[in-house]
């Protein structure tokens, strides 16, 4: 693992058994990316990209190759390391949210340092910082169903943030937004990157990729184009 990387992945190949046959979903992907980076792998349904995004998440393992996160060999992990991985390295953050309805922002925001063993009055303070550098201070006491798409979206990144992971890791974040909720989530992205937060963001839009600092175009299982942009704002 070369110092500074976040994530390192060398020849990774991830086959599914279908019946009697194995097809190979991803095909050998290496890719690196560093602390603090802004990095959006772009790619059309079928291409891998979901596969890949479960690889880098510890939400699924691969069949060949290396994977390093933040120093640490994935690739012989057992489920118990995996779980705790996800907990305490990683925050996601989903299409549709997942927030859960009969809890308050607040709350939601708290859970994962709650699955941790810690106690709510102990992790009030964090989950309530959290909130506020997503700009929802002032709907921390408000369900889920009581928020905007937008807003909820904010609470989920609030969620993702607390735990003060290494990587925040989005999947099609603005996909159930409206074009204006959106961009300011993709804007407040990019203040978390220039905090220096390293970013892994998958997509198939490229309006939305051209925000990142760097994309990764994934087809047919492989990487086929790196493009860095490092003023990313003038591709829009």
């Known amino acids: 693992m070369t110092a500074d990387l976040v994530i390192e992945m060398n020849d990774v190949v991830k086959t599914y058994k279908m019946g009697n046959e194995s097809v190979d ?7 690196n990316i560093g602390q603090g980076e802004f990095v959006c792998i772009l790619g059309p349904s079928g291409s891998g990209k979901s596969t890949l995004m479960n690889i880098i998440g510890c939400i699924d ?7 390093y996160l933040d120093g640490e060999n994935i690739t012989t992990s057992d489920e118990d390391n995996l779980t705790e991985i996800r907990n305490k390295k990683i925050g996601f ?4 949210f997942n927030l859960l309805p009969r809890y308050d922002a607040l709350y939601n925001v708290a859970l994962p340092l709650l699955t941790r063993g ?14 506020a ?6 709907r921390m006491k408000h369900k889920p169903n009581e928020l905007s798409g937008g807003q909820q979206q904010r609470v989920a ?3 993702a943030l607390v735990g003060e992971p290494e990587l925040l890791l989005a999947d099609e974040p603005t996909g159930n937004l409206d074009s204006k909720s959106g961009a300011d989530v993709i804007n407040l992205f990019k203040e978390l990157h220039k905090k220096g937060h390293t970013i892994v963001l998958i997509t198939h839009d490229l309006n939305v990729a051209k925000n990142a600092s760097r994309i990764i175009l994934i087809q047919d299982g492989l990487i086929s184009e790196e ?8 591709c829009v």
């Open 227 to 234: 493009g860095v942009f490092p003023n990313a704002e003038s």
């Open 157 to 159: 990144i609030a969620r």
């Open 133 to 138: 550098v997503v700009g929802l201070e002032d």
């Open 25 to 31: 979903v991803l095909k050998g992907v290496s890719i």
């Open 61 to 67: 393992t691969l069949s060949s190759g290396d994977y």
């Open 93 to 96: 953050i989903f299409q549709k």
């Open 118 to 131: 810690k106690h709510f009055k102990d992790v009030v303070d964090d989950a309530k910082r959290a909130l």
